[in-house]
């Protein structure tokens, strides 16, 4: 078979979050031409394997692309959440991307998508299903948007082995199970883990028929402080009160128990010193029902699941065939190390600010469009790697920081980020006159400068990882 040529002006591989919001940004602000490709078969990267009851843990205000609007970005009026902007389902947010990519990106005339296709290096890619081939000139940069695709559980063999006899399933085909069985055994800590929780005890399960083994506790962020638009008046609040904590902790417990007062960090278990954190947001209501679930168990990561014991790092524990044990504990965030954003071989998205994979990627994108220099765009976007333990909540807030001031004083981007759905500190600037906010900002400007010293100290002036 023939090798086909194209020609773009950037070559993005991955149709996921990240790659859909920088194409979005950079189409929207320059005529660039761009080829898109993507090992799926749709749009929306690992929202088409999640699990069905997934939702969006933070606002659908701010997620998605810059250019189109996600649900009805309104506050809810009932429910457990009323008072806090609505959370896309992920059957939502599959058809959301179909949307921007068939609907938006397409339409222009200057994006070329490629599903169902491997990107073999040296700007070739070949179709799954064809076996077409295609080299790629590239006029201007490759664009890796796969560098932190996350894992689950779905597409990641567990890390325990399985015994003959013992039942164990991915999360994924907890929502089709026939049968009740004894006892559910929810194997993981992190937030896939929880949703799996949460959604058996909204379904009625009563909580002594759930065994949870964690072999870590976790930070998470609260929900009620993350809300945009009309309520970011709040949000600029719990920032504040975040450069409080750091300001006056003389050590890194005093920070995380200053943080959990203040309610700007949580944990499922308050008898339990969290030291897993990876930025996940959790509503109050679903820490009430986590907390009704009282075998919990802490002896390390399950090692391996037979017919009649589960064997972890600390001992073992009883099990049977009639329990219905749920793999949730792929990692799910990527620590690869962290590189520059911007080379000169290819664009390699990362965060900037933490735990905002949409808008990090648009604003590489903006900054990929209005600066020129890889050496001033690099420094206008410096990596912050995914947060896995509980140091790098300091770590990646400090780099956070470090970036918002950098980037406040270019006045192109500053007027981009208000405008921005996908910060969800825009419009800020217009509720300074807000009493809230004024307090906000008081507090803010009078802890900024020694929390970002202090924060410098706890690291010990690691900003990367080592």
Same mark, same amino acid.
């Given at each position: 078979?023939s090798?086909?040529?194209?020609?773009?002006d950037?070559?993005?591989i991955?149709?996921?979050?990240t790659?859909?919001?920088?194409?979005?940004?950079?189409?929207?602000?320059?005529?660039?031409?761009?080829?898109?490709?993507?090992?799926?078969?749709?749009?929306?990267?690992?929202?088409?394997?999640?699990?069905?009851?997934v939702?969006?843990?933070?606002?659908s205000?701010?997620?998605?692309?810059?250019?189109?609007?996600?649900?009805?970005e309104?506050?809810?009026?009932?429910?457990p959440?009323?008072?806090?902007?609505?959370?896309?389902?992920?059957?939502?947010?599959?058809?959301?991307?179909?949307?921007?990519?068939?609907?938006?990106?397409?339409?222009?005339?200057?994006?070329?998508?490629?599903?169902?296709?491997?990107?073999?290096?040296?700007?070739?890619?070949?179709?799954?299903?064809?076996?077409?081939?295609?080299?790629?000139?590239?006029?201007?940069n490759?664009?890796?948007a796969?560098?932190?695709?996350?894992?689950?559980?779905?597409?990641?063999?567990?890390?325990?082995?399985?015994?003959?006899?013992?039942?164990?399933?991915?999360?994924?085909?907890?929502?089709?199970?026939?049968?009740?069985?004894?006892?559910?055994?929810?194997?993981?800590?992190?937030?896939?883990?929880?949703?799996?929780?949460?959604?058996?005890?909204?379904?009625g399960?009563?909580?002594?028929?759930?065994?949870?083994?964690?072999?870590?506790?976790?930070?998470?962020?609260?929900?009620?402080?993350?809300?945009?638009?009309?309520?970011?008046?709040?949000?600029?609040?719990?920032?504040?009160?975040q450069?409080?904590?750091?300001?006056?902790a003389?050590?890194?417990?005093?920070?995380?128990?200053?943080?959990?007062?203040?309610?700007?960090?949580?944990?499922?278990?308050?008898?339990?010193?969290?030291?897993?954190?990876?930025?996940?947001?959790?509503?109050?209501?679903?820490?009430?029902?986590?907390r009704?679930?009282?075998?919990?168990?802490?002896?390390?990561?399950?090692?391996?699941? $037979?017919?009649?014991?589960?064997?972890l790092?600390?001992?073992?524990?009883?099990t049977?065939?009639?329990?219905?044990?749920?793999?949730?504990?792929?990692?799910?965030?990527?620590?690869?190390?962290?590189?520059?954003?911007?080379?000169a071989?290819?664009?390699?998205?990362?965060?900037?600010?933490?735990?905002l994979?949409?808008?990090?990627?648009?604003?590489?994108?903006?900054?990929?469009?209005?600066?020129?220099?890889?050496? $001033?765009?690099?420094?206008l976007?410096?990596?912050?790697?995914?947060?896995?333990?509980?140091?790098?909540?300091?770590?990646?807030?400090?780099?956070?920081?470090?970036?918002?001031?950098?980037?406040s004083k270019?006045?192109?981007?500053?007027?981009?980020?208000?405008?921005?759905?996908?910060?969800?500190m825009?419009?800020?600037?217009?509720?300074?006159?807000?009493?809230t906010?004024?307090?906000?900002?008081?507090?803010?400007?009078e802890?900024?400068?020694?929390?970002?010293?202090?924060?410098?100290?706890?690291?010990?002036?690691?900003?990367?990882?080592?």
């Amino acid at each position: 078979m023939s090798v086909r040529t194209l020609e773009a002006d950037y070559l993005v591989i991955g149709a996921g979050a990240t790659g859909m919001a920088f194409t979005d940004t950079l189409v929207t602000e320059t005529g660039a031409r761009v080829v898109i490709v993507d090992r799926r078969s749709a749009p929306g990267g690992h929202w088409n394997d999640a699990y069905s009851f997934v939702r969006l843990h933070q606002p659908s205000r701010y997620y998605g692309v810059n250019s189109m609007p996600l649900g009805r970005e309104a506050v809810e009026t009932s429910g457990p959440e009323a008072g806090m902007y609505e959370r896309a389902t992920g059957a939502e947010i599959r058809a959301y991307y179909e949307r921007v990519m068939y609907g938006s990106l397409i339409p222009t005339g200057r994006v070329r998508y490629f599903p169902q296709c491997d990107y073999l290096g040296d700007r070739r890619i070949v179709s799954r299903v064809s076996g077409a081939t295609f080299d790629v000139t590239v006029r201007t940069n490759v664009v890796d948007a796969r560098y932190l695709s996350p894992s689950i559980p779905v597409d990641t063999p567990p890390p325990f082995e399985i015994g003959e006899g013992a039942v164990a399933i991915p999360v994924n085909q907890l929502a089709h199970i026939t049968a009740k069985p004894e006892r559910f055994v929810i194997v993981g800590a992190g937030k896939t883990a929880m949703d799996a929780c949460v959604w058996l005890l909204e379904r009625g399960v009563d909580p002594g028929e759930i065994q949870w083994i964690k072999p870590r506790e976790a930070w998470l962020l609260g929900r009620s402080y993350a809300q945009p638009g009309e309520l970011v008046g709040r949000m600029f609040h719990g920032f504040a009160l975040q450069m409080e904590a750091a300001a006056h902790a003389l050590s890194v417990d005093e920070l995380f128990d200053r943080l959990d007062a203040a309610e700007q960090l949580r944990r499922v278990d308050e008898g339990v010193r969290p030291t897993m954190y990876k930025s996940a947001t959790i509503g109050d209501w679903e820490l009430g029902l986590l907390r009704r679930i009282e075998n919990v168990v802490r002896f390390g990561h399950v090692r391996r699941i $037979e017919r009649d014991r589960i064997v972890l790092d600390e001992g073992a524990i009883p099990t049977s065939p009639d329990h219905l044990h749920v793999h949730c504990a792929a990692d799910g965030l990527p620590r690869p190390p962290a590189r520059p954003i911007f080379g000169a071989d290819r664009i390699t998205l990362q965060p900037v600010r933490t735990g905002l994979v949409p808008f990090n990627a648009a604003l590489v994108g903006f900054v990929e469009a209005h600066r020129d220099d890889d050496a $001033e765009k690099n420094r206008l976007c410096p990596p912050n790697p995914y947060p896995h333990v509980a140091l790098d909540w300091a770590r990646a807030t400090l780099i956070q920081m470090r970036a918002d001031r950098a980037l406040s004083k270019e006045p192109d981007i500053a007027e981009w980020l208000e405008r921005s759905r996908l910060n969800p500190m825009s419009g800020l600037r217009d509720r300074f006159g807000d009493p809230t906010v004024q307090q906000a900002l008081q507090r803010f400007g009078e802890n900024v400068r020694p929390a970002r010293a202090r924060l410098a100290e706890l690291v010990g002036g690691r900003t990367n990882p080592g």
